[in-house]
């Protein structure tokens, strides 16, 4: 018997058909024996509908009202899930945020965790309860009603499975597990039976949207063992999160390949090459708010280099804004940019006792004639900027020449 | 300087709109110098919304998760209506029932206010915030969420009052106050500028739909000054609930004619006159969970009697296969019945030192040819039940024969 928290995002409670279904699967866990915790997140497109009606009121809604409105859709998954549950016999309670006691900070719209009261929980467990819990809200120690954020349902499972040192924490998602790199783009892709932590969070801040980033965090820091699942299939094993490299297992060098085209790419050129000079630079575009991911500046020569980044698209025109000034301050020779990029990445743990990944990268791309804008290097994975419009191409042909369409 | 606590219906919220004006209202109050807390229902349409959303996952839905569903309808309008002051500049603060901390029993969908805690209102208010309650809801002593039933924003906004021991209670809704008839009936009908505690309840109670009877009788109970007030006029006086008749006042003898359609009346023939029979009758009846109004029994005539009771028309059916085993127990004649009829009462507490209401009734009913099938008098009404079809034309003619058409 064991403890396993289960977490439904807002397709898989979209309906009252398909909280029936998630009802039904609850009930199939309970019978082998477990004791369940499920964390929902609110019926698909209620959290737009509400935040669209406080925009109807405020253009800029007040951040602490905004989270009394928003956390209502998850309440409303709660009391649907509870009553399917006790509908084919499953005895079950729903709790908010509030009433587990997740307490947070008060950073209304985007707040912290800072502890979860399991006492109720383990009662209602004992006394053989389904206990089904509120996703992406809690209260600040003022009793005042908050939520992590967008998404932050994930975070909640997982800080629960924590909490609760549950043996499981399973994330139920419209996609059946962590794909070597995404099905739409190249056929042969195949699901990973693990994915390890670090690889993982490459995987999702590269663009593998499978799960949040902060949930991901979470659970390497509290050693949650996590594994992401369908809500439509019956059965299938998913795809388990591990936090160390399983050294028993003969591990694929390569685990994916990760892209992501919502980026833009601004280089300043001839900037003076000395101490200071990247703050000079990144420090107006911080102080904008702006988050920078790459960031790639090479040897100078004659005095003078040049210093590229990449920003979100949403960014860009304000990137370019904030940087007039800069301009004329650093003395940069001029500015040359464009958002019509992608970034392409080979991700797995496996590369950092290979070598040669980086170089098998470069010549499959440069035998299609892809010429490569901007390279930045980590631990586990490599990426390159290239031109949007080789996106499909340079998935498909790295995808092949790291053998990821043969089966493990 | 006063303090007011303001209570706003579905309807007055039916709209971002709609809510946008319920918070200039606000504001001028405020602008006033009174301190203000508001009370307000789910948006018009939400409530029904979400109960079918619940019946589609359970045909009778578990009555705690019931009330974790519905009372999310509230929680957005309080956010809503912050919103909304907050962006003309008037400072305010949502509470949910659970964060006032308004205390209930735990008789989930129809729970009774136990206390209600003032502390963080106060403060609120103190610093010269608008405090937004959500009506309807509070929290039991385990922090379950609880419901007060249908219409209890009414209760809510009059136990706030009782609380804080405001000034006055303000009650907005579609119609501008109690009027002495249904003036879609009789276009002369006035609204009254006060009535009784008392006349209040026998309006509300006749079917002049203004105000949930509950929250009259809190309001009585606790001497809370409570007026009726239309949202959709700028100004108005709307109608005072007194509690007192006061005697410097030329007060009316009768305030106004009340009316009810929604009845049955049923008359079991010829039952032997003796102790307990009224016991044998109505006892099976209220075992049914069926509620009675009038009860008439008139002195018998050799050992036998009749004795006629009038029940909801939803319960008409039902009502008469629970008496078919008493009939044959109380060796009874038989029965006669009809849902077609209606009940038409005069009310004021000036008929309690006034001779001859009931007569001017009887005579003017008589001049028209509507027969009188019961009749039941309290101290301050005379109710008759009528064939239905002559309902309008009763109001009108007894309106006009007791004055009521002309200015007070």
Chains 1, 2 share one sequence.
Not at 133 to 141: I, L, R, S, Y
Not at 182 to 199: G, M, Q, S, W, Y
Not at 258 to 278: H, M, Q, S
Not at 289 to 313: A, E, K
Request: hydrophobic share 40%; glycine share 8%; net charge negative.
């Amino acid at each position: 018997m064991a403890l396993i928290v289960q977490k439904y995002g807002g397709t898989s409670v979209g309906s009252p058909e398909r909280i029936k279904n998630v009802a039904k699967r609850v009930a199939r866990w309970k019978a082998k024996g477990h004791d369940v915790v499920v964390v929902v997140s609110a019926m698909s497109g209620e959290t737009n509908r509400l935040i669209a009606l406080a925009k109807e009121i405020q253009a800029q809604p007040d951040p602490r009202e905004m989270d009394v409105m928003v956390s209502t859709g998850e309440q409303v998954t709660i009391a649907l899930l509870s009553m399917a549950l006790l509908e084919i016999g499953v005895s079950a309670r729903s709790y908010t945020g509030g009433q587990v006691r997740i307490l947070t900070d008060n950073a209304y719209t985007k707040a912290r965790i800072l502890s979860i009261d399991e006492h109720n929980m383990r009662a209602d467990l004992k006394a053989g309860r389904v206990v089904v819990v509120a996703g992406f809200q809690g209260v600040d120690d003022a009793g005042n009603i908050t939520t992590l954020g967008r998404g932050g349902s994930d975070t909640t499972g997982v800080a629960l499975a924590a909490a609760l040192k549950a043996d499981e924490c399973q994330i139920y998602t419209d996609v059946d597990g962590v794909y070597t790199t995404d099905p739409r783009i190249v056929p042969e892709a195949r699901r990973l039976k693990t994915v390890t932590f670090e690889e993982m969070l490459e995987m999702a801040s590269l663009g593998s949207k499978v799960l949040q980033i902060r949930s991901v965090e979470f659970a390497g820091k509290y050693k949650v063992r996590l594994r992401v699942l369908s809500s439509f299939e019956e059965e299938g094993e998913g795809t388990l999160i591990t936090f160390e490299e399983d050294k028993d297992m003969e591990k694929a060098v390569i685990s994916g390949i990760a892209f992501n085209r919502d980026e833009a790419k601004i280089t300043v050129l001839g900037v003076p090459d000395r101490p200071g000079i990247a703050y000079q630079i990144l420090g107006p575009i911080g102080d904008a708010n702006i988050d920078v991911d790459m960031i790639v500046q090479n040897v100078g020569h004659d005095g003078l280099t040049d210093f590229s980044f990449t920003v979100h698209r949403n960014d860009y025109q304000k990137a370019l804004n904030v940087l007039k000034p800069v301009l004329e301050h650093t003395k940069a020779r001029g500015i040359q940019s464009g958002d019509k990029i992608a970034k392409v990445s080979v991700v797995g743990v496996g590369m950092r006792s290979h070598a040669g990944i980086a170089s098998t990268m470069f010549r499959t791309l440069a035998e299609e004639g892809i010429n490569i804008e901007m390279i930045s290097t980590s631990e586990i994975k490599v990426s390159v900027v290239i031109d949007e419009k080789y996106t499909e191409l340079a998935v498909r042909v790295l995808h092949k020449a790291f053998g990821l369409d043969q089966a493990a």
